[in-house]
Nanobody, 119 residues
Framework: QVQLVESGGGLVQPGGSLRLSCAASGSIFRINAMGWYRQAPGKEREFVATINSGGSTNYADSVKGRFTISRDNAKSTVYLQMNSLKPEDTAVYYC?????????????WGQGTQVTVSS
């Protein structure tokens, strides 16, 4: 019943900015950590950023200083502000949320949204 709906992907030039959103809905008691992962063609899915329920954040070294993760608990939404984008940032970006429906937290994934950085 839980759904993660992502938006904000698209085509952008190097040095540009993009903001991704991911809204959780359904039978949710509590959302713990939320985060973003990405997967480029021919590569494994990799960690990008996470934010826990208290607002503490963690970033991959490759995006540190350029990306900012945030969340709006009232809207059950996590955001990823991406600045100074590089061609190597091109990938499908996936939203992840650790959600408690009854007792035990479980990880849910969004469908993914394409981000392409190109001239």
């Amino acid at each position: 019943q839980v759904q993660l709906v992502e938006s904000g992907g698209g085509l952008v030039q190097p040095g540009g900015s993009l903001r991704l959103s991911c809204a959780a809905s359904g039978s949710i008691f509590r959302i713990n950590a939320m985060g973003w992962y990405r997967q480029a063609p021919g590569k494994e899915r990799e960690f990008v950023a996470t934010i826990n329920s208290g607002g503490s954040t963690n970033y991959a070294d490759s995006v540190k200083g350029r990306f900012t993760i945030s969340r709006d608990n009232a809207k059950s939404t996590v955001y990823l502000q991406m600045n100074s984008l590089k061609p190597e940032d091109t990938a499908v970006y996936y939203c992840k949320a650790d959600i408690v429906r009854t007792t035990i937290p479980y990880s849910y994934w969004g469908q993914g949204t394409q981000v392409t950085v190109s001239s």
